[in-house]
């Protein structure tokens, strides 16, 4: 899934090691989901937002719409 | 198998290229070590000690002597981690400090691993070592090993819990896929049945391939 993580994280100009630490996973964890590898658990999504300041959709892209009902 | 993904090398050398210093010089590592060490074991094999094996024990062999340069790698990598950021996929010295403990777990329970089918291999009538030594070893490499894991696994964040689990799964496919075939055609008489050791290096290798295939579609095998 698309994200802007690596955009939040150079705002705040934080290196990847630094915002793991912060959220408590490894490098290659904010790497694989920066990459779009890796879609990180909800409990993740929601220390990210938290961490940042931003709402979840506005760290992870979704495209899928709602069917009408009508 | 979290080991495993580690031995996909890194860097250094100043002023070179990135892909000489994150791929080439890794991989001319990794693949003279990973030759130097099969070609001792095929010497030993074929020394008078042994005296040679046949092909099932051959094979073995040198799966367990893959499983133990790993395992034995990314174990001084850690230990080091100054010189293992130059061979493992790490962004330096201090993601090994970082992942210390997971990272030594998982070398020691694929040394293990390693030790035990080498053991198993080598086993007597035909090899040197006694039949009760190799059963110790075989099983208590294996037993250990997997022991050892479980903790590097509760010490796993959640990207290489995902990993650990998509491997394991992959592993299962490819064991019903290749083992389950190469049994049917036994079964109907177009081949041989696996002997023993077959089915051991077939789990081994097929758990590795799962492990590679799983941390490359994570990004994990791109140089850092």
């Known amino acids: ?70 | 198998m979290i080991g495993s993904q580690k031995m996909m090398i890194e860097e250094k050398s100043p002023g070179a290229p990135r892909w000489v210093k994150k791929l080439l010089i890794p991989a001319l590592i990794g693949g003279v070590v990973g030759y130097a060490a099969a070609a001792g074991m095929m010497t030993f094999i074929d020394s008078s000690a042994v005296g040679g094996l046949d092909k099932s024990a051959t094979i073995a062999a040198l799966v367990g002597v893959v499983y133990a340069v790993i395992g034995l790698g990314v174990g001084f990598g850690t230990a080091s981690p100054a010189i293992g950021a130059r061979f493992l996929n790490v962004e330096d010295a201090d993601e090994l400090r970082e992942q210390k403990k997971v990272l030594t777990l998982s070398g020691a329970a694929m040394a293990l691993w390693g030790a035990s089918i080498l053991a198993l291999a080598l086993a007597a009538p035909d090899g040197p070592v006694p039949q009760n030594v190799a059963l110790a070893v075989g099983a208590g490499g294996l037993v250990i090993g997997t022991w050892l894991s479980l903790p590097a696994y509760r010490a796993s964040d959640e990207l290489m819990r995902a990993i650990s689990l998509e491997a394991s799964a992959m592993s299962f496919g490819l064991v019903l896929l290749v083992a389950g075939t190469w049994a049917m055609l036994a079964h109907l008489g177009y081949s041989a049945g696996p002997a023993p050791l077959d089915l051991l290096s077939l789990f081994y290798v097929l758990m590795l391939v799962a492990s590679f295939i799983t941390v490359g579609r994570r990004g994990m095998l791109a140089p850092r």
């Open chain 1, 1 to 70: 899934m698309e994200n802007r993580l690596k955009q939040h994280r150079d705002t705040k100009g934080w290196s990847q090691g630094e915002l793991a630490r912060r959220l408590g996973v490894s490098r290659q964890t904010i790497n694989a989901v920066e990459t779009d590898k890796y879609d990180p658990s909800l409990p993740l999504a929601l220390r990210m937002s938290r961490l940042f300041e931003v709402a979840v959709p506005e760290l992870f892209i979704d495209d899928w719409e709602p069917e009408d009902d009508d």
